[in-house]
């Protein structure tokens, strides 16, 4: 079983900076797509930003400038540096994988558990 191990969410002020950390679990064949989402109080999840295996990025109109994906293959790890917080990008934000475990011929939609991240005014 594949598990998306989330870290770094918290308080933070107006301003601030956060960074989210998102380790898999176990050794990974490959890495077809890895992304953040988030979803506030009474609203739909949506992506905030995705990187592929190629390494190319995108990020929602929200967030960009301000965020910024990246991924650590050697520690199986994709992070997510949150920068200039805003009240608005308060939210439980979800790391989202689709990957090929080594020895696995399939590959695999996994989510993680969430991490809060609360940014005051």
């Known amino acids: 079983q594949v598990q998306l191990v989330e870290s770094g969410g918290g308080l933070v002020q107006a301003g601030g900076s956060l960074r989210l950390s998102c380790a898999v679990s176990e050794n990974i064949f490959s890495f077809d797509y890895m992304g953040w989402y988030r979803q506030a109080p009474g609203k739909q999840r949506e992506l905030v930003a995705d990187?592929?295996?190629?390494?190319?990025?995108n990020y929602a109109d929200s967030v960009k400038g301000r965020f910024t994906i990246s991924r650590d293959n050697a520690k199986n790890t994709v992070y997510l540096q949150m920068n200039r917080l805003k009240p608005e990008d308060t939210a439980v934000y979800y790391c989202n994988a689709a990957l090929t475990p080594a020895g696995s011929v399939y590959t695999s939609d996994c989510w993680g558990q969430g991490t809060q991240v609360t940014v005051s005014s």
């Open positions: 990187i592929t295996s190629g390494g190319s990025t």
